[in-house]
C-alpha cells in the first residue's frame, strides 16, 4: 500500500534548476567537459572579513539558540543597511531574519494569505515563487510581461490582473530579477506602487540581487516610493547573492510591525532562528565592507558585456541587455520553429545541447516563458568563452 502525499505537496515539483545541475554534475563526474550555465550563485569564495568574523564566534563560544527574529544586534545592522542604501527607516521590530531569503518570502505569505487569496506573480518568475504561493494555500496569478519591455511589469496589464482577480492580495515584485536581469527604474516602480496604492496590494519586494547592478545604475526599492507605499511593502534582502554567502543561509524581511511579528510566529514553529555563527558574520558582512563586494560586481559586469556581446551577434536570437543580477535571456522561438531535428520545446533545446556540447542552461519553461533560455555569467571568462562558442555552433547547426 503506498501512502498518499498531501494534496499540497502533490501540485510542487523539484526545483528545475537544481534537476539540471544535477545532471550536468553527474556528466561532469563522467569525465566531460561540461559547462554549467545553470548555476544560480556566485563562483567567488565568500571574503575573507567576513570568515574572519564567523571564526572569532566560534572560538568565543556563540554557539546557542538566539531570539527567534535574529540577534538584535544584526537587526539593528539590517536597519543601517536599509538607511544607508535605500533610505528606509526601520526598527528592530520591523526586522525578521531568517534561514535565507527563501524562507523569509515562505514566512511573509504564510503570514499574509490566507486560502485562496490570490498572489500576483508577473512572469517569467524565479521557480519558488508559484510552489511558495501554494504552499501557504494561495493562488498563483500569473501576469505576462513581455520581451520588449524587457520583461517588466507594465502598469495597464497589473491593473487589469487586479480587475479581473478580485482576491488579489500581494504582488511578488523581483527587481533586479532572476531570471531576466531586468533591472525597475525609479519611475517605473513609481507608477507599479500607485497602482498598488490604489488598490491596496502588499507587495513582496524580492531584492536579493540588489549589489549586483550595471552601467552605473542604482537600486531602488519600491518601499522608498512613499510612505504609504513603505507601509504595504515587505522587503526581502539577504547576503547570499552580494556577499558569495549562499551556503551560510541568511535572509531577511522588513516591514510593518504586525507582519514581521505574524512571520516570525510562523518562523518560531517551522524552523526557528539562524544559525548564530551566520548572524555574527552576517553584522560583519553588512557594517564593514571592503573591496572584495565592488569587485565582485565589476567582475560580474565584465562577463554580462563579453556575454551579451557573443549572444546579440547570433542571428534570430532575441536577446535584450540585462541589466542586473547574473542572468541572460534570451528567446529562441524561432529556432524553435526552424530546425529539422525535431527539437519544438525548450526543455529538448537544453537536453540535446547538454547532450552534444556538454553546454548546460535552464528551459524557459521553469520560468514559465516558453522559447525562452537562461544562462547565468556567474562562472569563469574562460567557460564564458568556450560555452558561448559551443552554444552558437549548435545553434547555427540546427538553422535549416
Ligand atoms: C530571485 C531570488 N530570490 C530569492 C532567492 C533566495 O536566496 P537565498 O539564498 O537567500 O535563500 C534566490 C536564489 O536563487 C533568487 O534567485
Not at 502533490?10 to 554549467?36: C, F, W, Y
Not at 498598488?196 to 552605473?216: A, N, T
Request: hydrophobic fraction near 40%; glycine fraction near 6%; proline fraction near 4%.
Amino acid at each position: 500500500m503506498s501512502i498518499k502525499l498531501s494534496n499540497r505537496i502533490r501540485q510542487v515539483k523539484p526545483s528545475p534548476t537544481l534537476t539540471l545541475s544535477n545532471k550536468a554534475k553527474e556528466m561532469k563526474d563522467a569525465g566531460h567537459d561540461v559547462i554549467n550555465f545553470g548555476v544560480g550563485e556566485p563562483d567567488f569564495n565568500t571574503p575573507e572579513y567576513i570568515k574572519k568574523s564567523a571564526q572569532k564566534a566560534l572560538e568565543s563560544n556563540f554557539t546557542r539558540y538566539t531570539a527567534n527574529a535574529g540577534i538584535i544586534e544584526l537587526r539593528k545592522a539590517v536597519c543601517e543597511k536599509l538607511k544607508r542604501d535605500n533610505g528606509l527607516e526601520y526598527e528592530p521590530k520591523n526586522i525578521l531574519v531568517s534561514p535565507g531569503a527563501k524562507a523569509s518570502i515562505l514566512n511573509v505569505l504564510f503570514a499574509l494569505c490566507d486560502i485562496l487569496d490570490q498572489v500576483l506573480v508577473p512572469l517569467p518568475y524565479w521557480v519558488s515563487y508559484p510552489y511558495q504561493v501554494m504552499l501557504a494555500g494561495a493562488v498563483p496569478v500569473y501576469v505576462k510581461t513581455r520581451i520588449e519591455d524587457c520583461y517588466k511589469l507594465q502598469p495597464e496589464t497589473l491593473r487589469a490582473s487586479i480587475k479581473e482577480n478580485p482576491n488579489v492580495k500581494v504582488l511578488i515584485l523581483n527587481s533586479p530579477s532572476n531570471p531576466t536581469g531586468a533591472v525597475y527604474s525609479e519611475a517605473e516602480l513609481a507608477r507599479i506602487a500607485e497602482i498598488c496604492i490604489e488598490h491596496q496590494i502588499v507587495v513582496i519586494s524580492d531584492e536579493i540581487y540588489e549589489r549586483l547592478v550595471y552601467d552605473g545604475k542604482k537600486h531602488i526599492s519600491i518601499a522608498s516610493h512613499s510612505q504609504e507605499m513603505k507601509n504595504l511593502t515587505v522587503v526581502i534582502n539577504g547576503v547570499s547573492k552580494a556577499y558569495a554567502m549562499t551556503g551560510w543561509r541568511l535572509g531577511y524581511a522588513a516591514g510593518p510591525a504586525e507582519v514581521i511579528a505574524a512571520a516570525g510566529r510562523y518562523q518560531e514553529h517551522a524552523t526557528s532562528c539562524v544559525n548564530s555563527i551566520t548572524q555574527k558574520a552576517c553584522v560583519t558582512a553588512l557594517l564593514e565592507e571592503d573591496d572584495s563586494i565592488e569587485n565582485m560586481r565589476v567582475e560580474f559586469e565584465n562577463r554580462r558585456n563579453f556575454l551579451f556581446g557573443e549572444l546579440s551577434r547570433i542571428p534570430h536570437l532575441s536577446c535584450f541587455q540585462p541589466e542586473g543580477a547574473f542572468y541572460i535571456f534570451p528567446d529562441l522561438s524561432w529556432y524553435l520553429e526552424n530546425n529539422n531535428a525535431g527539437i519544438r520545446t525548450t526543455d529538448d533545446f537544453c537536453t540535446a545541447l547538454l547532450a552534444k556540447y556538454y553546454v548546460a542552461i535552464v528551459s524557459g519553461s521553469s520560468f514559465g516563458e516558453e522559447g525562452t533560455v537562461r544562462f547565468s555569467y556567474a562562472n569563469s571568462m574562460q567557460n564564458l568563452v568556450s560555452g558561448a562558442e559551443r552554444f552558437a555552433r549548435f545553434l547555427s547547426e540546427l538553422r535549416v
